[in-house]
């Protein structure tokens, strides 16, 4: 997969990689020229947050025209 097919465009860009150390992270940058904000996980965290991240999705009153 490319780089740009690992960004979510549209609002403050959130982009997901693997670091130098072997983690998975999602960064995302920030509309006040802050830092951005980063998230290292391990892959093996990554079922247990794809989990919590589609419970949460679930929970949410999506628009039927989003």
Same mark, same amino acid.
């Given at each position: ?8 465009l549209g609002?403050?860009?959130i982009?997901?990689? *693997?670091?130098?150390?072997?983690f *998975?992270?999602?960064?995302?940058e ?7 904000? *980063?998230?290292?996980m391990?892959p093996?965290d *990554? ?12 929970e ?6 989003a």
């Amino acid at each position: 997969m490319s780089e740009n097919e690992m960004k979510l465009l549209g609002r403050e860009t959130i982009e997901a990689y *693997i670091s130098e150390g072997g983690f *998975i992270c999602l960064k995302q940058e920030s509309a006040m020229g802050e830092d951005p904000s *980063i998230v290292m996980m391990l892959p093996t965290d *990554i079922p247990a947050v794809v989990s919590w991240l589609q419970e949460l999705a679930g929970e949410f009153p999506l628009s039927k025209d989003a």
